[in-house]
């Protein structure tokens, strides 16, 4: 099964921030991963899909990069309504494992 | 717009069966497959299994065992069995979509989730 790894596991930043999360694949994936947002309480909700392309209706203000074994999302300034956990998800095969995700907190 | 509905009972008992329903509303039922994702209390995100519109499945071999996913497409239903269920099966459940395309698959839509407790 491929595992997948995130870094950091939480991280404090501020309104207007540039953050990037990683993610790691312990085999290459290609390009099948995929980044979700995640507020308490509620279901996750997709960001990016295919590691770079940008579900509809999500800001534009996130982008996903990379491909093989290792991936980032971008958040270029960050807004109030992106404190959240994310978690990045592969989908080169089953099972579809998810890291553990990172927690974005408030400064 | 694709909406999922779910439910199934939020207690259960050691050793009992764990059975949740999804009904999907809106979009075109062939155009998908159809997941379960579980998430303990803190923590992160486990892929349960998937089923495609034609039935067949696949399954987290940590769960596979005890799991089942059917589909019931003349109600745009699809289900999750979970057998002897222990404390550790305790989780929020979500249903989801799953989008297959030829660039990896994603889940663009989500229930709203099932707490489900196990205890005696």
Known sequence: D????????????????????????????????NW????????????IYAASSLQS????????SG???DF????????????????????YSTPRAFGQGTKLEIK | QVQL??????LLKPSETLSLTCAVYGGSFSDYYWSWVRQPPGKGLE????????????????LKSRVTISILTSK?????????????????YYCATVRPTTRGDYHDYWGQGSLVTVSS
């Open chain 2, 47 to 62: 892929w349960i299994g998937e089923i495609t519109h034609g039935g067949s499945t696949n399954y987290n071999p940590s």
């Open chain 1, 72 to 91: 980032t999302l971008t958040i270029s300034s960050l807004q109030p309504e992106d404190f959240a956990t994310y978690f990045c998800q592969q989908s």
């Open chain 1, 2 to 33: 491929i595992q997948m790894t995130q870094s950091p596991s939480s991280l404090s930043a501020s309104v207007g921030d540039r953050v990037t999360i990683t993610c790691r694949a312990s085999q290459t994936i290609n390009s099948y991963l």
């Open chain 1, 57 to 64: 209706g999500v800001p534009s203000r996130f982008s996903g």
């Open chain 1, 67 to 69: 491909s093989g074994t």
């Open chain 2, 76 to 92: 745009n239903q699809f289900s999750l069995n979970l057998n002897s269920v222990t404390a550790a099966d305790t989780a929020v």
């Open chain 1, 36 to 47: 979700y947002q995640q507020k308490p309480g509620k279901a996750p909700e997709l960001l």
């Open chain 2, 5 to 10: 509905q779910q439910w199934g009972a939020g």
